[in-house]
């Protein structure tokens, strides 16, 4: 099976690890019961936020937009949880994922319904090569959060990896449509359509 050229896969890597989030999950019992009304204004806040996206022109207040997104996604309101997350986010940024994955595990058990704790899972899996298991838990973030256009981002990468570039192309295409302002629009979605034959969109 054929995989994405070299350069264009470790840059690819490199932006889906940059992005990939710095998020915690949710506490026990004391910390679900403030959860609901924590969990609504959180939903509020990315609504108007998305809307904001789909608004603007400007190149620099998209990306200040998109840095409150990941803001947003990232935060858990559980200190204990959020440093956890930190740990094995730098974990795995330093390539230690015999430490980062069990912290991700823990973390998305603690925290089932938190779409960023998924979506840094679905990281260290691809890193670590476990491809179907990243694509499994990039579902589980779609589910929670369809506008999560980093794991969109992160199939693409994947499928692109695979040698399935028109699954590829279309996962970009999905994230696209929900980030004007996805860096790979500039360049690899381009050569994703060239490559399938593809007019731009």
Same mark, same amino acid.
């Given at each position: 099976m054929r995989s994405a050229p070299p350069a264009c896969r470790l840059a690819l890597v490199a932006l889906f690890v940059l992005v990939a989030g710095l998020a915690a999950a949710l506490p026990a019992d004391p910390g679900r019961a403030q959860a609901q009304p924590d969990a609504a204004a959180k939903a509020r806040r990315l609504d108007e936020l998305f809307s904001r996206l789909?608004?603007? !022109?400007?190149?620099?207040?998209g990306? =200040?937009?998109?840095? *409150?997104?990941w803001g947003e996604w990232g935060r858990s309101g559980t200190p204990e949880l959020d440093d956890k997350m930190q740990q094995a986010s730098t974990a795995m940024s330093q390539g230690i994922l015999l430490l980062a994955l069990p912290a991700f595990t823990y973390l998305v058990q603690a925290a089932p319904n938190w779409a960023e704790a998924w979506n840094k899972r679905a990281t260290a899996l691809?890193? =670590?090569? !476990? /491809? *179907? /298991?990243?694509? =499994?838990?990039?579902?589980?973030? /779609?589910?929670?959060?369809?506008?999560?256009?980093?794991a969109l981002a992160g199939m693409g990468l994947i499928y692109a990896d695979k040698g399935q570039y028109r699954e590829a192309l279309a996962a970009y295409r999905r994230a696209l449509a929900v980030n004007p302002f996805l860096k790979e629009r500039l360049q690899l979605i381009p050569a994703l359509e060239r490559m399938v034959g593809e007019k731009p969109i």
């Open positions: 789909k608004s603007i !022109q400007d190149e620099g207040e990306d =200040a937009l998109v840095a *409150e997104i691809y890193l =670590a090569g !476990q /491809l *179907e /298991l990243s694509l =499994a838990d990039i579902d589980r973030v /779609l589910a929670l959060e369809p506008r999560h256009f980093g």
